[in-house]
């Protein structure tokens, strides 16, 4: 099974820019698509952005379209999501997430334990 930490969470101003970090361990990371969710209390989970496993396609939410950037290396085993421009509606807990097939909605089978990020105003 593949394995999931995320990091690079944490307290920031609103305009203020965050880089998350998901690492993964196992055999097949390089071959599969990955994605970053978030979820704020009383909300659903909300799919931020996904990466095809070449990085050649990728998906962003409305709502962080031109703000947020997804990104992989796969020499690394890493995933990052580079958050700008953040509001405080971006505030929630980030996970990332392994799938099997790139699309929306993206399906995850694998699951970070979640990096908080909390932006203030």
């Known amino acids: 099974q593949v394995q999931l930490v995320e990091s690079g969470g944490g307290l920031v101003q609103a305009g203020g820019s965050l880089r998350l970090s998901c690492a993964a361990s196992?055999?097949?990371?390089?071959?599969?698509?990955m994605g970053w969710f978030r979820q704020a209390p009383g909300k659903e989970r909300e799919s931020v952005a996904v990466i095809s496993w070449s990085g050649g396609n990728t998906y962003y939410a409305d709502s962080v379209k031109g703000r947020f950037t997804i990104s992989r290396d796969n020499a690394k085993n890493t995933v990052y999501l580079q958050m700008n421009s953040l509001k405080p509606e971006d505030t929630a807990v980030y996970y990332c997430?392994?799938?099997?097939?790139?699309?929306?909605?993206?399906?995850?089978?694998?699951w970070g334990q979640g990096t908080q990020v909390t932006v203030s105003s």
């Open positions: 997430a392994q799938g099997r097939h790139f699309g929306v909605p993206f399906i995850g089978d694998y």
């Open positions: 196992g055999r097949t990371f390089s071959s599969y698509p």
